[in-house]
């Protein structure tokens, strides 16, 4: 079965002409799709119509990846988190490096938390209420893509590993296990399976698999 796409709608972004869109979103709860760009700046279109909504400067750098929650905006570069209203009105903002660092990819994984994934070999939980980071976990690769299923967290590093957390004893890992021989590029959880893309090595070179 292939599905046959078409295009709907072509959208320019807010200061598209300096700057590539580097993170996209779409907020499913709201009908608004989010646009990040490398200069740290986030607009955001209304249904398929995609009418601009809002557009602000969030940061000074590429923005990695952004998150809508229920009653805001998650935004992350490298070394700066941001919480921001659905018009652009800062809530708070995390920037010490002590605390978050190399960030690199988000999960609203219940109502109020944020798991913050990094290449330092940290998972961080962010609570929005709290403004915070109230829990933290060491890991045993950088991370790059998480993904919530019905009951565990899914978690690809840098190395080409998947693991499967348990929200419920402090993100411990119940099972890893690593789906492709030349790397992890992305992952969705579908109902109770992992779908991963990755690399292998085939004929002396990097292939998609």
């Known amino acids: 079965f292939v599905m046959e796409l078409r295009e709907l709608r072509t959208v320019s972004c807010y200061r598209c002409d300096e700057f590539g869109v580097s993170s996209i979103a779409f907020d499913l709860r709201q009908s608004i799709l989010w646009a990040g760009t490398f200069g740290g700046h986030v607009s955001s279109y209304l249904d398929t119509e995609l009418d601009k909504y809002s557009a602000f400067q969030a940061h000074q750098r590429d923005i990695r990846q952004l998150l809508p929650t229920e009653k805001g905006l998650v935004s992350i570069t490298s070394k700066e988190l941001r919480y921001t209203m659905h018009t652009g009105l800062p809530v708070f903002c995390i920037n010490d490096e002590s605390v978050l660092s190399d960030m690199q990819c988000l999960l609203n994984y219940n109502k109020d938390s944020v798991l913050v994934g990094c290449h330092n070999r940290k998972l961080s939980t962010l609570d929005l209420n709290l403004m915070k980071v109230t829990s933290e976990v060491s890991t045993s690769a950088g991370t790059c893509l ?17 693991h499967l957390h348990d929200p419920s004893s402090q993100m411990s890992v119940v099972h890893s296990y690593s789906p492709h021989s030349g790397g992890l590029v992305d992952m969705e959880v579908v109902g109770h399976c992992v779908v991963t893309c990755g690399l292998i090595q085939q004929y002396g070179q990097m292939c998609v698999e």
């Open 146 to 162: 998480l993904k919530a299923s019905e009951n565990y967290v899914c978690s690809g590093d840098v190395s080409g590993e998947v």
